[in-house]
Each structure stands twice: as C-alpha cells, then as structure tokens.
C-alpha cells in the first residue's frame, strides 16, 4: 500500500508491506557508539560467546525500534502510533538480515478518531520470530 493511502481503504487483515534490515557490525557501532553502550553484549564477540551466544547480540531496543519504521514507511505520516507493546523472544545477531512484517488486525472508530489495532513481529532468515508487538495507530485529521 503506497504512502497516499486513506483509512477507508485499509481492511481488517491485511498485511503490512515488509521491511527488510541488515544488522551489519557497522550499522551496529553507530547504534552503540549513538546510545553509549556499555553492556558488552552488543559489542564484544568474545564476552557474548564466554555467555552462550553465538556471537553479538544486537541491542532488543535497537531491533525493536525498527517497528515505527514499518509503520512510517506504509503509511507516511497519516498516523501517529498512540501505543506499542512489545514482546522479546529470540535475539539478533550481529550481521543477521531481519525481516520485519505486520497485519492490520483490528479497524475501528472510536468518538470520531480512526484508528488502527496492528500485530507486528520480526524474523531472522530461518524465520524464527525474534520479537513481535501491538501497535495501536490513530489517523491524523487533515486541514
């Protein structure tokens, strides 16, 4: 669905346009260096295995703010997210390619406000959900 689209054309199911990104070890170090990291985790290899990963973890609120993206990316700015909860379950890896995806579960009017209720999740290459949330979307009026 293009950028231009309106509420009335969205319908209860209907999949979210994916987002696909790649969490290179450069993409990585600018988010670390950016918030000031200081959990090993997400930058030391070695630390992370001596843990039992597989390698660097990437930061769950660094993968997890990748959810307004796909939003922002469908709809532009014809809504603003009101509320977003969100759930962890396996993590990304250093130089995992993850796929973002959603579906448009619930459409309703509510005292005159549109708004959207949307499942939300991403998945490594094997498509093991990584983390998944519910995003509650309400329409901006236009002047």
Known sequence: MSSASAFDEIREQAEIPSLEIDFSA??????????????????DQEYARALGYKDIVVAGIFTASLFPKLITDWLGGQAVIEK?????????????????????????IEEGAKKLECDVWSENAAAERLASATI????????
């Open 84 to 108: 977003m909860e969100v759930k962890f379950g396996s993590p990304a890896y250093l130089n995992d390619t993850v796929t973002y995806r959603g579906r448009v579960e619930k459409k309703v």
């Open 26 to 43: 450069a993409r990585n170090k600018n988010y670390c260096e950016l918030v000031n990291e200081i959990n090993p985790l997400h930058f």
């Open 136 to 143: 509650l979307l309400r329409f901006q009026e236009r002047a």
